[in-house]
């Protein structure tokens, strides 16, 4: 299995993104900054993603947001129609 990397950092540290975690109110929103920082810091895409209790496809998923729009586009949640 191919392991997760971060590709575009965009700036953000491990460090400067768990300082954001801690003002982030909503869960879920933490829940996908926290498997980036520990995919950031080294971890599999599997261990992240039992770390934050979400599957690997979702963690795979945040990682994904993060390399192609940083920050802001992890964090930008959009609700299904209807």
């Known amino acids: 299995m191919k392991r997760l990397r971060i590709t575009n950092d965009h ?3 491990p460090r400067t993104l768990r300082k954001q975690e801690w003002k982030i109110k909503n ?3 933490r829940q996908r900054v ?3 920082r520990l995919v950031m810091e080294g971890y599999s895409g599997k261990e992240a993603a ?3 209790n979400v599957c690997r496809q979702t963690a795979s998923h945040y990682v ?3 390399n192609e729009g940083g920050f802001e586009l992890l964090l930008h949640w959009d609700f299904a129609p209807g």
Request: proline share 0%; no cysteine; aromatic share 14%.
């Open 64 to 66: 994904s947001l993060f």
């Open 34 to 36: 926290m498997a980036v």
């Open 27 to 29: 869960t879920l929103l």
């Open 11 to 13: 700036g953000w540290t």
């Open 50 to 52: 039992s770390m934050v």
